[in-house]
T-cell receptor, first 116, second 115 residues
C-alpha cells in the first residue's frame, strides 16, 4: 500500500506570494491533518479534514487555509507569505470509520517551504 | 490533553536496549499514551500506544506504571537507524470537537544510537 505522498517536496517563494501544497492520503483513509514544523515552535497542528469538511482547526491565522476533495486528497494554501512561514509542512492521514475513535496517523515526508 | 515531560536527549549503544522515559503525571483515566518518532527530515512515524497494560509490537515495548503517571518506551536492540526524535503524546482515544485529527507534540527526546 502506498504511503502518504506530498507535493512538491521543496518550494521557494518570496514574501507576499501565495502557495498551495498537496497531500494524497493512504488509500481508504478519509481523515487528513496538516501540521507545521519549525525549529522554534516544533510540530503544531494546523487543521483536519474529513469528508471534505474541516472538523478541527489549530491556532493559526486565516492566511492558512485548506480543503479536501471527494477522493480525500487535500490541499493547503498559505496566502501573503511571511518569512516566519518557512517551515516543513506535514500532512497525515488516518482511517476514520465515522464513529468516535482516534486512529493512528500516518505522516507524509513533508513539503519544505522556504520564504525569502 | 495531558502534558508530558521527556528528557531532551539520550544516548544508547548499538545492540543495547534503549529505554525512553515519559512523565505524564496529570493523565486522565480515558487518556492513552502514544509514541511517535521522527527520523531526520522525515515525517513522524507511529510506534505504539497503550492505556494501562504493557504493550509490545514488532517495533517496541511500552511499559506504563500502575498509577499511569509515567511510561517507558523500550527499543530492545537499538540500531543506528533508530536515531531519531521520540515523542510521547497523551490524548483521549475518542475523537470529537477539538480532538479531531490533532496530536499535540512536545519537544521529544533526541535518541542517538552510536556504534
Amino acid at each position: 500500500k502506498a504511503g502518504v505522498t506530498q507535493t512538491p517536496r521543496y518550494l521557494i517563494k518570496t514574501r507576499g506570494q501565495q502557495v498551495t501544497l498537496s497531500c494524497s492520503p493512504i488509500s481508504g483513509h478519509r481523515s487528513v491533518s496538516w501540521y507545521q514544523q519549525t525549529p522554534g515552535q516544533g510540530l503544531q497542528f494546523l487543521f483536519e479534514y474529513f469528508s471534505e469538511t474541516q472538523r478541527n482547526k489549530g491556532n493559526f491565522p486565516g492566511r492558512f487555509s485548506g480543503r479536501q476533495f471527494s477522493n480525500s486528497r487535500s490541499e493547503m494554501n498559505v496566502s501573503t507569505l511571511e518569512l516566519g512561514d518557512s517551515a516543513l509542512y506535514l500532512c497525515a492521514s488516518s482511517v476514520d470509520r465515522g464513529y468516535s475513535s482516534y486512529n493512528e496517523q500516518f505522516f507524509g515526508p513533508g513539503t519544505r517551504l522556504t520564504v525569502l | 490533553d495531558a502534558k508530558t515531560t521527556q528528557p531532551p536527549s539520550m544516548d544508547c549503544a548499538e545492540g543495547r536496549a534503549a529505554n525512553l522515559p515519559c512523565n505524564h503525571s496529570t493523565i486522565s483515566g480515558n487518556e492513552y499514551v502514544y509514541w511517535y518518532r521522527q527520523i531526520h527530515s522525515q515525517g513522524p512515524q507511529y510506534i505504539i500506544h497503550g492505556l494501562k497494560n504493557n504493550e509490545t509490537n514488532e517495533m517496541a515495548s511500552l511499559i506504563i506504571t500502575e498509577d499511569r503517571k509515567s511510561s517507558t518506551l523500550i527499543l530492545p536492540h537499538a540500531t543506528l537507524r533508530d536515531t531519531a526524535v521520540y515523542y510521547c503524546i497523551v490524548r483521549v482515544r475518542s475523537a470529537g470537537g477539538t480532538s479531531y485529527g490533532k496530536l499535540t507534540f512536545g519537544q521529544g527526546t533526541i535518541l542517538t544510537v552510536h556504534p
